[in-house]
């Protein structure tokens, strides 16, 4: 099984692989560790260390938190292999052992959420242009203009993305990323799954700078391309961290769209185990998720096509399909509804795993857009709903940077503004409703009213 092993290596290590102008291998972070494979092909991500406020808990991960890279209080994961056979033996030995491995945690198979659909698309990308009011964001001057949108995904074709849209792209090739072993330029990749999420992020977006992250693409042994490993998504957000923090502290603003989810709790450790993913917040990628929401990101998961109605194949879960980062109390986890605003059947359901309201808004998908998968095959799946609220986040963040609405606020009024579905509030179908551009910009003139 596929593992991240999270270290304790001196602090001056620790500092060192927390340096992005700084190149560390696994070699110089560990020596071998008896019965597990290291991977030499993962450079070690640094791991913040969550602190509590004054008088605070220091063993919870439910209050408000800040996260620490310093040497003396950070750590460091490493990828790496045990034998099936062996696991349950290594995992009790490792950290009695070797003093320096703080734990051994769960690296689970991601693949994009496509749909089980195949029903005719419902209307098109105008519609939800149309129901995104895009142009009365433009003319609010939100536009996506300066901000950057990182599409974690299989690789973006910019040139099919730009034909379909009938308007240039904004890619930005400098802070692109590509996982080990996964070639390829930015841009130029197959018009595929991450084809389509980048064109339905530039809906709402249409000046945004793309960054395209092919993290699906990476190939694991005995697997195939779109099966890639959670830990290439955290060399990802370790990388986006640096986008960030190079970012002026008063215009900072970075959005990441996330269209994948892990669907099988056969590759992840059982519920309860400290190296579970699915149920746990002190996972490291689950950590780092909610390190670069502190820092000024803006996250979003789709909720996953795991809905009663017309549940997709591979969803192994018998109940509570929205785990792992896709439930995280700090990202948007979005649901999907087609243009006439109706829940789509392969849409997830709540609760979420590890926050229980779960998905937080909806958005729209089943449209033709990108046509990524052919003339007729419509833009679906909450892989489309995931980006098209990107979009609008984006969109939003041209105006208000973190500095100025946080993205803890920017959920909140999210929430707060959406076209509720049902009569009770929030509820597991649609979350709190259906995104409302029109009402986000009335409360955002608000309160612009109220800080002049």
């Known amino acids: 099984m596929r593992v991240l092993i999270q270290l304790r290596p001196s602090p001056d290590v620790v500092a060192a692989v927390a340096d992005p102008t700084v190149t560390m291998t696994t070699a110089d972070v560990s020596s071998p560790l008896p019965g597990v494979v290291l991977d030499p092909s993962f450079a070690p991500v640094a791991v913040p260390r969550p602190v509590p406020g004054a008088g605070g808990d220091p063993l919870s991960l439910h209050q408000p938190l800040t996260f620490s890279f310093a040497g003396d209080q950070a750590t460091v994961l490493v990828r790496g292999e045990i034998s099936d056979d062996e696991l349950s033996t290594r995992l009790t030995l490792l950290p009695t052992r070797r003093r320096e491995v703080v734990g051994v945690f769960a690296d689970p198979v991601i693949e994009p959420i496509l749909t089980c659909g195949g029903d005719a698309p419902v209307g098109d990308w105008r519609d939800v242009e149309r129901l995104l009011h895009v142009a009365e964001l433009a003319s609010e001057g939100m536009d996506g203009s300066g901000v950057a949108l990182a599409v974690l995904d299989t690789g973006i074709n910019a040139a099919h993305v730009a034909e379909h849209l009938g308007r240039d792209v904004i890619l930005d090739s400098g802070r692109s990323w590509n996982p080990g072993g996964v070639s390829g330029t930015a841009g130029r ?23 395209d992250i092919p993290v699906l693409l990476s190939e694991r042994p005995g697997g195939s391309a779109l099966d890639g490993l959670l830990s290439d998504a955290v060399a990802a957000l370790a990388h986006l961290r640096t986008v960030l923090e190079d970012q002026p502290l008063e215009s900072r603003s970075l959005v990441i769209s996330n269209s994948w989810g892990s669907f099988s709790p056969r590759w992840d450790f059982p519920v309860g185990h400290t190296g579970n993913y699915s149920d746990s917040l002190a996972h490291p990628f689950n950590l780092i998720v909610s390190s670069l929401d502190q820092a000024g990101a803006d996250v979003l998961f789709a909720a996953g096509n795991c809905g009663r109605d017309c549940k997709d194949g591979r969803c192994a879960y018998p109940e509570r399909p929205i785990g792992g980062a896709n439930s995280h109390p700090s990202v948007l ?13 392969y849409s997830s359901q709540g609760p979420g795993r590890l926050t229980a309201n779960k998905p937080d808004i909806c958005s729209y998908t089943h449209f033709s857009g990108s046509k990524a998968f052919g003339d007729g095959e419509p833009d679906s799946g909450t892989s489309a709903a995931c980006p098209v609220a990107a979009g609008l986040v984006a969109a939003i963040r041209t105006q208000w940077p973190s500095s100025r609405l946080s993205p803890a606020q920017l959920r909140t009024l999210l929430r707060r503004t959406a076209d509720d579905r049902s009569d009770v509030g929030f509820d597991y179908d649609y979350g709190y409703g259906i995104a409302d551009p029109l009402e986000m910009i009335d409360s955002l003139r608000r309160t612009a009213r109220r800080v002049a």
């Open 189 to 211: 990749f197959k018009v595929d799954h991450g084809t389509m999420c980048a064109f339905d992020t530039l809906i709402a977006a249409p000046r945004a700078t793309l960054i």
């Open 333 to 345: 986890s979005v649901g999907g509804v087609d243009t006439l605003g109706r829940r789509v059947g």
